[in-house]
């Protein structure tokens, strides 16, 4: 298909729009940035054909004002807009909008993403497909006293969930009714406040369970999973390391998961791109689905790497009319693929955000790395925004080999001028358990009061060795 009549706005910053921009150049069509004030001169506004500043530097009067985008987009005249992670790309309003205004949505329709973007809502889709969830409330509840009889079935300890909620923000936990009552009540509150909605549901909190996730890929009429990531090293809730295949799964479970999803894709006649996260037992096998992700996200290099399939030139490619021409039997997994998020952040004080001026980069070279960001030497990282700065991502032929290739690739990575979670990373790639794929999603909350002093000292002084 010839795209060159189209022009792509991306709703968006940082390196997903570098990436989303890279996809849409290798289409040929014409890119449109939008930014705030603080990203004037930042990569995306460089890197695309086209670029306006659409408001002040916070996010709420900028990057998540639907008006401010769509009115950007009329006078850029723009054909499509692909909405990225974060901000408004679970917003079924903002979806809806964008095709009222006589625009493409690089995205599922408004009423899958109102389907499967709600949580509550989603897990009763899932369910109805034959998907198993976790033990949980019926759908939405909206009263203490509702709270504290569904309590009942679901066990505790529990963790209420923001229907709206994302970015491991809006779950609390309640180990017994006392702190139901308590945490209940914050909850609605904060979820209102943080989502613009109050709505929350309960389900039961799995302890030593594995977040695995599944992409999905679809054209509205035929649909194909392209196998799972493994994201349980976490810190709040929020994903640091993930990997792709999960070193955790026997080929016979990994088929079940995957075909389960690829069937809800299908069911659902999903567009675009999709995840369908789960929580997995590895002792009893049984995996469980917690809540659908209807964007790109931020780990899917992992799943690119193996399978050699660019995700987001095919969200683009669906969203224009194409259809998807790869068969499920055309996606073979090749080797191991890990991705490390470097966040802008403090290991010392609590990963608290660490912006400023770099005053020196410089990137890892060879076989098998892949670097998406949105850095250049000189760049002041605003305070304003999300603390990741790059994913660097390492395919090998083995697991073994993509970390042995990954520290060397840190080794070699160098930012100056601001804090940044390398030592971290660098650290984890040593870490016996995380070598062996010991770990759950509890595990790095544990980890890190252990080893951090030991991280941070050893980062003032030498450079890893692969040995
Ligand atoms: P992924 O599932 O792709 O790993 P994350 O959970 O890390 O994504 O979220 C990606 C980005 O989107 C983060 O910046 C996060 O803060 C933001 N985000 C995700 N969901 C929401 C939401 N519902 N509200 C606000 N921000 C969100
Ligand atoms: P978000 O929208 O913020 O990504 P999720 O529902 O995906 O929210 O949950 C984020 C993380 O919280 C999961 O990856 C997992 O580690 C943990 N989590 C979520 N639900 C449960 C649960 N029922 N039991 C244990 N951990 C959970
Ligand atoms: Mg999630």
């Not at 892949?370 to 999300?386: A, E, K, Q």
Request: with cysteine; hydrophobic share 45%; proline share 4%.
């Amino acid at each position: 298909m010839n795209f060159s009549d189209h022009r792509l706005l991306i709703a968006n910053r940082g390196e997903i729009a570098v990436r989303i921009i890279h996809a849409a150049q290798a289409l040929g069509i014409r890119t449109l940035a939008v930014c705030s004030e603080a990203d004037k001169l930042s990569l995306p506004a460089t890197l695309a054909d086209e670029v306006m500043v659409i408001g002040p530097a916070r996010a709420d009067q900028s990057y998540l004002k639907a008006e401010l985008i769509l009115e950007a987009a009329k006078q850029m005249n723009a054909t499509a807009i692909h909405p990225g992670y974060g901000f408004l790309s679970e917003n079924a309003d903002f979806a809806q909008a964008v095709v009222d205004a006589g625009l493409i949505f690089v995205g599922p329709d408004a009423h899958t993403i109102r389907q499967m973007g709600d949580k509550a809502c989603a897990r009763t889709t899932a369910q109805a497909a034959g998907i198993p969830v976790v033990p949980g409330s019926d759908g939405e509840i909206d009263s203490l006293e509702g709270a504290i009889a569904a309590a009942q079935t679901v066990g505790f300890p529990l963790l209420i969930k923001a229907s709206a909620g994302g970015g491991g923000r809006g779950i609390r936990i309640a180990r017994d009714a006392n702190e139901l009552a308590k945490e209940f009540i914050i909850a609605q509150s904060e979820a209102k406040a943080a989502f613009g909605s109050g709505a929350v549901y309960l389900e039961r909190f799995i302890e030593k369970a594995r977040h695995i996730e599944v992409q999905i890929l679809g054209d509205g009429e035929h649909s194909i999973h392209l196998y799972e990531r493994e994201c349980s090293l976490q810190r709040r809730r929020q994903k640091v390391f993930e990997e792709a295949p999960s070193p955790a799964l026997s080929s016979t479970i990994r088929e079940q998961l995957c075909q389960k999803a690829a069937k809800l894709a299908q069911a659902l006649h999903y567009k675009g791109a999709g995840t369908l996260e789960f929580l997995y037992d590895d002792t009893s096998e049984a995996f469980f689905f917690i809540e659908m992700n209807t964007r790109i996200q931020v780990e899917h290099p992992v799943t690119e790497a193996i399978t050699g399939v660019d995700l987001v030139q095919w969200m683009i490619k669906v969203a224009l009319g194409e259809s998807l021409s790869i068969q499920q039997d055309d996606i073979t997994i090749n080797g191991s693929a890990i991705e490390m998020r470097i966040n802008a952040e403090n290991p010392a004080k609590g990963f608290f955000p660490s912006p400023g001026r770099l005053t020196h980069l410089q990137w890892p070279v060879g076989e098998g790395i892949r670097i998406d960001t949105h850095l250049f030497d000189g760049y002041l990282i605003p305070p304003y925004y999300d603390s990741l700065l790059a994913k660097v991502i390492i395919h090998g032929q083995t697991r073994q080999q993509a970390f042995e290739r990954a520290i060397t690739a840190l080794n070699e990575t160098q930012i100056e001028g601001v804090l940044t979670t390398m030592p971290l990373h660098k650290a984890l790639l040593q870490d016996p358990a995380i070598k062996t794929a010991d770990f759950d999603t509890g595990t790095l909350e544990v980890w890190l009061p252990e080893n951090l002093h030991k991280l941070i000292e050893k980062e003032k002084d030498d450079a890893l060795t692969t040995h």
